[in-house]
Structure formats: C-alpha cells, structure tokens
C-alpha cells in the first residue's frame, strides 16, 4: 500500500534508533527518547495560496529533523508512518 499525501502533507518514517548507550547498556522501549531524525517517503503537490501552488521544499528521501509533538502518527500494517504538515519539519540533514 502506498500513502500519497494531500496538500503540504508530508509522510514520514522514523529512522531506527540506537538501543545501546555510549557505554554499552541496553535501553527498554521505555527509556527511549521519541526520535526526531526521519525521512521523507512521500511529498503532496503543496497548498494553494492565493490561488497559486507553493512549492514543496522537501522530497522523498531526504532525512529531516521534526518538531517533536506535531503531526499524526499512522500504523499501516507493519509500518508506522507520521504524517506531518512542511511547517512541521525543522530542518533538512546533509
């Protein structure tokens, strides 16, 4: 199944998270930080603003960092996805 976001959506998977600390303890799925590095897995075609269509600035693939409590978070199948608006994202990683 293939999610195709509307609007300035944007479709994002979380990248795995390290389990381990620098010092070699194992974390539980408790003691994890929410991450907030992913990548983009799909774009929508951009909101319409006075009439004209605004460009998106990110595109599938790009890791990015994400505002940690915005968004929606999606469960399809195996796989969870967060769906977040481009105001949303904070910044592009190079």
């Not at 799909?42 to 319409?48: H, I, L, Q, T």
């Not at 968004?71 to 990683?93: F, M, N, P």
């Amino acid at each position: 199944m293939k999610l195709k976001p509307l609007g300035d959506k944007v479709v994002l998977q979380y990248q795995d998270v390290e389990e381990k600390t620098e010092s070699g303890i194992i974390l539980p799925d408790s003691a994890k930080e929410k991450p907030q590095e992913a990548v983009v897995i799909a774009v929508g075609p951009g909101k319409c603003k006075d009439g004209q269509r605004v460009a998106m600035q990110v595109k599938e693939g790009d890791k990015v960092i994400i505002s940690e409590y915005g968004g929606t978070e999606v469960k399809i199948g195996d796989e969870e996805y967060k769906i977040v608006i481009q105001d949303d994202i904070l910044a592009i990683v190079e």
